[in-house]
T-cell receptor
């Protein structure tokens, strides 16, 4: 199994509060991704990183920001959580090879009340 | 925007039956992957297909990449309860940079 952990695994927060989710890898992979998974929508890319301090937006980036100050850590921040951000969030990693295979963490279930 | 459509969305079968899941697009992909996801866990990579017409086998699972690299199928022979889960296909486009496009998934339940 790829060495990816996510924390916290579960979180309940109130509307308007900031929330930060952490993804940590031990594989030294260059690429890291944040997805959200919702019924009827599958996996949708929020943001991704292609190196330390190098990030780009995905298809559903509004309301989210990311940071990557070290190769092993990729943080996803909800500046002011809304109920529409209730979801399961997955982090994934990929190495530099050309087949785009991604390896996923166990997920964080976030509930915004 | 590249889209991947999976069918069927839901499938409930008895142990021992065969099934096929389809993943279709109007876009051409450089490679396509299949993942399986169990409740409460992240998706796990099953296979990557790269060449048009390629067929890969993983025990009772057979994966095929379409000749035109726009579609793929997953066939399971003699399904078992342990095959239950959400099956996701994901394609890497030629101009998609570092991103994958995921299909909506097929939720399979195999009853004993």
């Amino acid at each position: 199994d790829a060495g990816i952990t996510q924390s916290p695994r579960h979180k309940v927060t109130e509307t308007g509060t900031p929330v930060t989710l952490r993804c940590h890898q031990t594989e030294n992979h260059r690429y890291m991704y944040w997805y959200r998974q919702d019924p009827g929508h599958g996996l949708r890319l929020i943001h991704y990183s292609y190196g330390v301090k190098d990030t780009d937006k995905g298809e559903v980036s509004d309301g989210y920001s990311v940071s990557r100050s070290k190769t092993e850590d990729f943080l996803l921040t909800l500046e002011s959580a809304t109920s529409s951000q209730t979801s399961v969030y997955f982090c994934a990693i990929r190495d530099r090879t050309g087949t785009y295979e991604q390896y996923f963490g166990p997920g964080t279930r976030l509930t915004v009340t | 925007t590249q889209l991947l459509e999976q069918s069927p969305q839901f499938l409930s079968i008895q142990e021992g039956e065969n099934l096929t899941v389809y993943c279709n697009s109007s876009s051409v992909f450089s490679s396509l992957q299949w993942y399986r996801q169990e409740p409460g866990e992240g998706p796990v990579l099953l296979v990557t297909v790269v060449t048009g017409g390629e067929v890969k086998k993983l025990k009772r699972l057979t994966f095929q990449f379409g000749d035109a690299r726009k579609d793929s199928s997953l066939h399971i022979t003699a399904a078992q309860p342990g095959d239950t889960g959400l099956y996701l296909c994901a394609g890497a486009g030629w101009d998609a940079g570092n991103m994958l496009t995921f299909g909506g998934g097929t939720r399979l339940m195999v009853k004993p």
